[in-house]
């Protein structure tokens, strides 16, 4: 009796099948891969002086231009240029010899005028004179009083002397020239430089902002600090000595939208000069509870708003959208999206995504001011 061949091919499947069963639970099983290794840094909240850094320029504290007062032939300069001169200091002789004889013109006249006028005082008495013919003479010597006081005043103008103290700048007559009353060019300018004011100018908007952090209490005043200043040179280093804040005008300049901030500093060295250019650093007020987070733990996303990816209690990735208002340094001070206590991961963020459970350690991408 011969044997069916579709029970003949049966044998083998069977034999397939059982082999299969047996080298699957041969098989070693595959290990989860392992949870990604990530550095943080535990944030935590401190004081923060808020600050603005506004260009400038520095502006002498006091600034008189020295001019002719009488008509004249310059004689002597009696200064050295770029020195420091007193107040009351004679700066310039102007030729007085006209004025000089007119003084004693001056002189002549008063003494005149006054024998006349004393000896019409004692005739108006008797009536040996009119009452008009000693008017006339009383008048005729006063008016010889003003003449020679003027005189006086003309002569003592020919010395040129300083009006303040200070230092005094080129120049711009030599000995020999014609100076005139009233002229337009200013013979020399002495400028106070100690103290000096350095005036800068500070955007409306911010200035807005800074009033309504005051307003709400989330922004409290500096207190002492408030009205100190430093300055940074056009050099980049930074001067030795700490200014005070002055005012602000109390306008906005229609054409740029800011406000004028004047600041006064010390100058004892004459260091700064009228017209330098330099950077003023204003403490405008203070953070309690400041969130400053290095850098390297905020990106972008597709929109280009900052981003930051922290471990939450659970131990995996969640990211955050924050508010960066401005950096400090190698940090950035955010304003909302992340609080104290919470971890920010700044290394190993190409390797993680939102959600991803992860190990830690404390970050090693920070510098000693970051930790």
Same mark, same amino acid.
């Given at each position: !009796?011969?044997? $069916?061949?579709?029970?003949?091919?049966?044998?083998?499947?069977?034999?397939?099948?059982?082999?299969?069963?047996?080298?699957?639970?041969?098989?070693?099983?595959?290990?989860?891969?392992?949870?990604?290794?990530?550095?943080?840094? %535990?944030?935590?909240?401190?004081?923060?002086? +808020? %600050?603005?850094?506004?260009?400038?320029?520095?502006?002498?504290?006091?600034?008189?231009?020295?001019?002719?007062?009488?008509? &004249?032939?310059?004689?002597?300069?009696?200064?050295?240029?770029?020195?420091?001169? $007193?107040?009351?200091?004679?700066?310039?002789?102007? /030729?007085?010899?006209?004025?000089?004889?007119?003084?004693?013109?001056?002189?002549?006249? @008063?003494?005149?005028?006054?024998?006349?006028?004393?000896?019409?005082?004692?005739?108006?008495?008797?009536?040996?004179?009119?009452?008009?013919?000693?008017?006339?003479?009383?008048?005729?010597? +006063?008016?010889?009083?003003?003449?020679?006081?003027?005189?006086?005043?003309?002569?003592?103008?020919?010395?040129?002397?300083?009006?303040?103290?200070?230092?005094?700048?080129?120049?711009?007559?030599?000995?020999?020239? @014609?100076?005139?009353?009233?002229?337009?060019?200013?013979?020399? *300018?002495?400028?106070?430089? /100690?103290?000096?004011?350095?005036?800068?100018?500070?955007?409306? %908007?911010?200035?807005?902002?800074?009033? =309504?952090?005051?307003?709400?209490?989330? +922004? #409290?005043?500096?207190?002492?600090?408030?009205?100190?200043?430093?300055?940074?040179?056009?050099?980049?280093?930074?001067?030795?000595?700490?200014? =005070? @804040?002055?005012?602000?005008?109390?306008?906005?300049?229609?054409? %740029?939208?800011?406000?004028?901030?004047?600041? +006064?500093?010390?100058?004892?060295?004459?260091?700064?000069?009228?017209? !330098?250019?330099?950077?003023?650093?204003?403490?405008?007020? !203070?953070?309690? =509870?400041?969130?400053?987070?290095?850098?390297?733990?905020?990106?972008?996303?597709?929109?280009?708003?900052?981003?930051?990816?922290?471990?939450? !209690?659970? &131990?995996?990735?969640?990211?955050?959208?924050?508010?960066?208002?401005?950096?400090?340094?190698?940090?950035?001070?955010?304003?909302?999206?992340? $609080?104290?206590?919470?971890?920010?991961? *700044?290394?190993?963020?190409?390797?993680?995504?939102?959600?991803?459970?992860?190990?830690?350690?404390?970050?090693?991408? @920070?510098?000693?001011?970051? #930790?």
């Amino acid at each position: !009796m011969s044997i $069916k061949p579709a029970h003949v091919a049966l044998i083998p499947v069977f034999a397939i099948a059982s082999l299969l069963a047996a080298c699957k639970d041969e098989a070693p099983s595959v290990a989860a891969p392992p949870a990604p290794l990530v550095g943080i840094v %535990t944030l935590q909240a401190q004081p923060y002086a +808020l %600050t603005t850094e506004l260009p400038g320029r520095t502006t002498a504290y006091r600034s008189a231009e020295v001019r002719p007062q009488v008509n &004249g032939i310059i004689q002597k300069r009696l200064f050295e240029e770029g020195s420091e001169v $007193k107040a009351g200091q004679q700066l310039y002789q102007i /030729d007085a010899s006209v004025y000089e004889a007119t003084l004693k013109s001056a002189e002549a006249t @008063l003494a005149s005028t006054r024998s006349l006028s004393q000896r019409y005082a004692e005739l108006v008495k008797d009536n040996a004179v009119s009452q008009q013919a000693h008017d006339e003479a009383r008048a005729a010597f +006063l008016q010889a009083q003003a003449n020679l006081e003027q005189a006086r005043i003309n002569v003592r103008y020919t010395k040129v002397l300083a009006p303040i103290d200070g230092r005094i700048g080129r120049s711009s007559v030599s000995e020999g020239a @014609l100076v005139n009353n009233g002229q337009a060019q200013p013979l020399a *300018t002495i400028q106070q430089l /100690d103290p000096i004011y350095v005036d800068v100018t500070q955007s409306s %908007t911010d200035l807005l902002r800074l009033r =309504k952090a005051l307003a709400a209490g989330s +922004l #409290q005043k500096a207190g002492e600090n408030a009205a100190k200043v430093s300055l940074k040179l056009e050099d980049g280093s930074i001067y030795a000595h700490e200014g =005070k @804040l002055e005012f602000s005008e109390v306008s906005v300049d229609a054409s %740029t939208g800011s406000v004028t901030v004047r600041a +006064l500093f010390p100058n004892p060295d004459k260091l700064l000069l009228p017209g !330098m250019f330099v950077k003023a650093e204003l403490v405008s007020g !203070m953070l309690d =509870k400041a969130i400053l987070v290095p850098q390297q733990g905020i990106s972008r996303d597709a929109r280009g708003r900052p981003l930051a990816m922290v471990v939450n !209690m659970e &131990g995996k990735v969640e990211s955050r959208l924050v508010e960066a208002e401005r950096a400090v340094g190698n940090r950035w001070l955010i304003t909302s999206g992340l $609080k104290s206590g919470e971890r920010l991961i *700044t290394e190993g963020l190409q390797y993680i995504q939102p959600g991803v459970a992860v190990q830690t350690k404390p970050a090693g991408n @920070l510098t000693a001011d970051q #930790q």
